[in-house]
């Protein structure tokens, strides 16, 4: 099970790390790099503080019956959530993230707001950056916790399960510090609304699980019911692109 | 009070961001929770179909409330 939260959460932190870097890139090229990777550095450190705080707190003071349900529910909250705007976003009923866009709309309003190019710390800039990660890392903070914590059969295992998490954020951190090194510019050929999607099927599907298993149930199959509701939910969702394609196009004919 | 508030509302749009997900999900566990309650844990299969029965109903009227 280890495996599967590592991966998940690399998956969503990919997501929230790359517009976080569209940001990060913005101001460091508009204004300067210093200030750019000082926020970065400190929305980390904040960010990292978070996780073990709160994980820990999670891990130690409530019991894990209880615990399961509510991490369970919040998980189907955000999984939800997600699935909902990337089927929006299939069906064409929501634009697509376009991170070459973000870039120059930010650029532009850093302009505007008299934010230009300089050696010194602007602290500007690094509110911008630090706002940014901040921001985006908050998901990825949540979804650590909630899915490190939820894969525990034991108390032992939520301290493991939290570190399994992590390290796949840090991964993703990492895939996005060097890729963007290398590109120099915004990642925009990440397939950013299937990695939602994907992200999204996982957390409904664990989150309905785990929440189940918080109320008492005792899924036929055990650990392999999780892998009937991800295929469950896959076929529901793709039944979901598939109507609201078709409801969109039949709105746009009546509108001609 | 207000920002109180704006707070509250910013944690909602965080974790849920739709009214309806969240109303259908908090009734989806109530009701599963009242049933478990009710035959124990013997239906577990079916109470567990029911489950994500209602909650893909939950993200279903969710999504058509966009197309509206």
């Known amino acids: 099970m280890q495996w599967v939260v590592v991966l998940s959460s690399f998956a969503a932190s990919l997501v929230e790390c790359v517009e976080a870097f569209t940001i990060i890139l913005v101001v460091g090229v508009t204004i300067n790099w210093r200030s750019s990777l ?10 990292a503080a978070l996780v073990a705080v709160f994980g820990t707190t999670l891990v130690t003071v409530i019991p894990l019956d209880v615990l399961r349900l509510f991490v369970g529910t919040l998980l189907i ?5 997600w699935l909902k705007k990337a089927i929006l ?99 925009r050929r990440v397939p950013e609304n299937t990695l939602k999607f994907t992200v999204g099927i996982m957390l409904t599907s664990f989150g309905t699980f785990w929440a189940g298993e918080g109320l008492g149930l005792d899924w036929l199959g055990r650990d392999l019911a999780i892998i009937g509701l991800v295929v469950a939910y896959l076929l529901v969702s793709g039944g979901l692109v598939t109507w609201l394609r078709g409801r969109a196009r039949m709105q746009l004919a009546t509108s001609r | ?14 974790i849920v961001g739709d009214a309806r997900l969240l109303i259908g999900t908090i009734l989806t566990l109530a009701v599963v929770a009242l049933i478990i309650a009710l035959v124990g844990s013997a239906a577990s299969t079916w109470v567990g179909v029911v489950l994500f029965i209602a909650l893909a109903a939950t993200l279903t009227i969710a999504l058509r409330r966009e197309v509206k």
Do not use: C, W
């Not at chain 1, 295992?157 to 998490?165: P, R, V, W």
């Open chain 1, 38 to 47: 000082i926020g970065t550095g400190l929305g980390l450190a904040i960010l």
């Open chain 1, 77 to 81: 909250l955000f999984g939800l959530k």
């Open chain 1, 89 to 187: 976003r299939y069906a064409g009923l929501k634009a697509l993230h376009d991170e070459e866009a973000i870039y120059e709309h930010e650029m532009e309003l850093i302009r505007a707001q008299g934010g230009k190019s300089t050696s010194q710390m602007d602290r500007f800039g690094m509110i911008l950056a630090l706002k940014s990660v901040l921001l985006e890392g908050l998901e990825v903070v949540f979804i650590v916790i909630t899915f490190g914590i939820s894969a525990a059969k034991t108390n032992a295992e939520k301290t493991a399960g939290l570190n399994a998490a992590a390290l796949g954020a840090l991964a993703a951190v990492l895939t996005v510090v060097v890729l963007g090194a290398i590109v120099h510019a915004p990642l």
């Open chain 2, 1 to 14: 009070m207000q920002i109180i508030r704006k707070s509250a509302k910013a944690v909602f749009d965080f």
